[in-house]
């Protein structure tokens, strides 16, 4: 039940914020961090139950067994996920409660811790959940969380950029429904292990068309092309917890997904094609996309468009190898794009603007910030010694051997993303800013403990970059763990539904 | 984008559409779908014969209502993410709400039939609210359907009487109250049988009011919540902050 | 495919018909609805079986064994209008603030405006 918990807690959290209103609202600040922290305290619990070997625990709700009722499932992939997950979310819980606005009222601010902790419950049901409908309504949950979080978001364009997002994610999930209305028609059933164990006896235009609609509608949320048209708009709204969360927290986690999908439920070629070119597709466009940006969170967005259209790249291509490296790839970007996408946020909040032109400089003033920002450059673009090189190399060879020509495109947009990437630090870090005294702070904006904490946070990020660079074998090896379930479906199917 | 364009787009995703779900032929199940068992109430393998309206007893599941019977019983952690998801509605609309409206709807002065009929009607939703909940297990409704009915009154009473304020903290509180007892008496199902949101009390004869254990009393606190949630929507709306 | 399934459909590309095609934000809304109509009923067309009655026991037809209609994929449709409902409730809410904001629904002018506030 274990698992259950990471998301019934938050929820019950939410509930009670409204249950108990007037008496809560000064606990509304904390309730968000207590219930992050008691998360991750869960996530450790979990993975203390199966180090060595895989796990695989079946929860079937109301004792209903696995293909009649909803079943969630804890396997070492969510295990290991869950843990990583439930540390990023207790960080951007940390640094939203640190840029908490003191002049905004008292009774949104309880609305909007709410739907943080529903959010945070139904990322992790997300994690867990072994059938196509409840990941459906887990999906909707988090999305609706997002719109409403991105239009409180107080930059000028974000009413309008949670509409688009809003409106996208609409077709998204209307595709998806369509494609379980299809598959429930022919197979009867909506647990993922069954369906793969069933999938065979689909008809052929049965089993090109499920797979599609399932992918399209999670499309929305991988920043997939063409459905990103979201992205550039509600990462440049800001704030302190949007941003990390999309790319911390949501991508990968659908990401997960896609991986159970694409290996398990329906590992069908054309599936596999379609992703390759939409993967191609989307690396590229989001990459030149980065290298034409204005603002530090609008290059920040497309660059992590591009790292989603590396992993869909990687998970096009069946094999053991190419399980790994995605994997491996997925949390090693995660791991940057978080401190980056913060110090972005944190320069927007204290100087009101992220734009290139009003930022010449910044990090003489904002030394720390730099650092970090450094630091996680030097990991998403491929530097030697941090995290993200071994994953990038891994990945290059990964898709070397698997077709030599795929190597092609994600080499030319590594140099693409060395030019972007170091053209910002450049600017900021090592020009002169524009008046002596520095560039003015904001009122309102982050001093002292506030400004200390979140700089810290990012701090942390930045350092495990560098200690994963030095030693990666721990991250490796729980890879190694979390994906030998993976590599037999069938066998793993029949184990999920307890031998049927 | 031009109507041409978007014309084109739909048409050409139509033709794809039409041509896929044709050649995957809907009609023919390749498999029996799992439903069959739930609708013979066999799910756990226990109960051999046909479900028999007013006479079988102590049923793995007791409502007559087989929809019912999927929605709270055999797939009822759907049933509490719809509950987060109508919750979140409510939550997103209170959190930006303050920045649309700043003072209330100026609401027209109705008309004496208006006044009079609100007054006549609006008990008689409120019962048939309350009685569509309460009986989701035996006819068609439910507690989200009851609830959007009791919301409806509360509309009646927003456009019949100018001064009709909805207590803001009462609702609020009615709506923490219906989901958190929603997720303790699943926790309690969790303690009693082994796994959340398990049926522990007795399911009874199919088809008489008290019947089909959990689901009456989950009706119920999903109709108080969503009659409020809609409620408070609504305030939202009429400009109440 | 039968007369509903295919009907649903249409009902679906509709919808996204006027998503793509209306300028205003509030036809888009309603465009949204409609798509999501479409799906619904596709879903339930699903679940139906020719001669089908509803899958309700009563007096008038007491035996499970009898031909019902699915009930899954109605369980399902239930469950999808009510987060359907909540979308556009606050879609609704936020068309609001968007105009009071910016004066106008017109996407064309919109996406003007917000390409002046972003570079």
Known sequence: MIALWMTLLPWIGALCLLLFKGWMDRFSRFLPGLVAAANVLLALLLNLQGSQQPTLVSLEMGNWPAPFGIQWVNDSLSSFFALVISLVLLALVLSRGFARDKEQQASSDVYSSAIVLILSGAAFGLLFTADLFNLFVLMEIASISLYALVARSRHPTAPVASMRYLLLGGVGSALYLLGIGVLYAKLGTLNMADIALKASSLNPAALQLVPLLLLLGLAVELEMFPFNAWVPQVYGAGGAFVPGFLAGVSSPIFALLLLRLVTVVFPVPQLRTVLLVAGLLTLVIGEFSALASRRLLKMLAFSSVGSMGMFLLLVSIPGAAMLRSSLFWLVMMLLAKVPLLGVAAYLQRQFGTDRFLELRGIFSQEKSAGLVFLLSAASITGIPLFAGFRAKIQALVSLASAQYWLLILPLLVSVLEFVYFFRAIRWMGMEPPESAGGKPVLPGSLEGFSRTGTLFLFSVFALLIVIFGLFPQGILDSIEVATTQLFDPVVYARAVLGGM | ?241 | MNVYTAGSILIFLLGLYGLLAKRDLFKMVISLSVLDTGVNLFLVAVGYGSGGIAPILTDTYPLSVLHFVDPLPQALVLTSIVINLGVTAFALVLVARIFKKHGTLDTAKLWQKMGGEEE
């Open chain 2, 1 to 241: 984008m031009s109507r041409l364009w978007a014309a084109g787009i739909v048409v050409l995703i139509g033709l794809f559409l039409f041509l896929f779900l044709s050649d995957a032929q809907l009609g023919e199940r390749q498999q029996v779908p799992v439903s069959e068992k739930m609708v013979q109430k066999n799910v756990l393998g226990t109960n051999p014969g046909p479900v028999i309206f007013g006479q079988s007893e102590g049923l793995e599941e007791g409502s007559a209502n087989l929809v019912t019977s999927i929605v709270v019983g055999y797939r009822a952690l759907d049933t509490l993410g719809e509950i987060m998801v109508l919750f979140l509605s409510a939550l997103g609309v209170g959190a930006i709400a303050h920045l649309v409206w700043n003072q209330k709807l100026q609401k027209e002065a109705p008309s004496f039939i208006l006044k009079t009929g609100a007054g006549i009607v609006f008990p008689m939703i409120l019962v048939f609210g309350v009685y569509v909940f309460s009986h989701g297990h035996l006819s068609p409704g439910g507690g989200f359907q009851g609830g959007s009915i009791l919301a409806i009154g509360i509309l009646l009473l927003y456009i019949a009487f100018p001064t009709f304020e909805l207590n803001r903290v009462l609702f609020q509180r009615l709506e923490g109250f219906g989901g958190v007892t929603f997720v303790v008496l699943g926790v309690i199902g969790a303690l009693a049988g082994g796994a959340f949101l398990f049926n522990f009390l007795p399911n009874g004869v199919v088809g008489q009011l008290f019947s089909a254990g959990l689901i009456p009393i989950l009706y119920l606190l999903i109709g108080l919540k969503v009659g409020s949630e809609l409620g408070g929507i609504l305030r939202n709306l009429y400009g109440g902050e």
